[in-house]
Nanobody, 121 residues
C-alpha cells in the first residue's frame, strides 16, 4: 500500500498563491490532485498520467494552477495562483500504480488524507 502525504496548505487572501506538495511512499504511475469544497462533491483539480506531456486540469482551473512532478523525489506539486474564495476546499493527493487518464475517482487507488486550503476575501 502506497502512502500519500500532502503538505503546503493553509490560509491565504484572495489573489494569493500556495504550493501544495504530495510525497508518495512507493511506486506510482499516475498522480493527481482532487478537491472537495464545503457542501460539494470531490472534483478533479489536475492530474499527470505519467510524464509532463500528459496533464489534465479541472475546468475551474482556467490557467491558474500548474501541476508538476519530481520523479527523483517521488513527489508531485500543485502551484496555485490567483486564488479565489471559491477555491476554499480540502485538497487530496491521489495516485495509481497504473496509467490513469480520467478524473473518474474509482480509477485512483491511493488517496492522501487531504489538506485544507482556505482563501479569504
Amino acid at each position: 500500500q502506497v502512502q500519500l502525504t500532502e503538505s503546503g496548505g493553509g490560509s491565504v487572501q484572495a489573489g494569493g498563491s500556495l504550493r501544495l506538495s504530495c510525497a508518495a511512499s512507493g511506486r506510482t504511475v499516475s498522480m493527481g490532485w482532487f478537491r472537495r469544497a464545503p457542501g460539494k462533491g470531490r472534483e478533479l483539480a489536475a492530474f499527470i498520467k505519467y510524464r509532463d506531456d500528459e496533464i489534465r486540469y479541472g475546468e475551474f482551473v482556467k490557467g491558474r494552477f500548474t501541476i508538476s512532478r519530481d520523479f527523483d523525489k517521488n513527489m508531485i506539486y500543485l502551484q496555485m495562483t490567483n486564488l479565489k474564495p471559491e477555491d476554499t476546499a480540502k485538497y487530496y493527493c491521489a495516485a495509481s500504480p497504473n496509467f490513469v487518464a480520467t478524473p473518474e475517482q474509482y480509477k485512483w487507488e491511493y488517496w492522501g488524507q487531504g489538506i485544507q486550503v482556505t482563501v479569504s476575501t
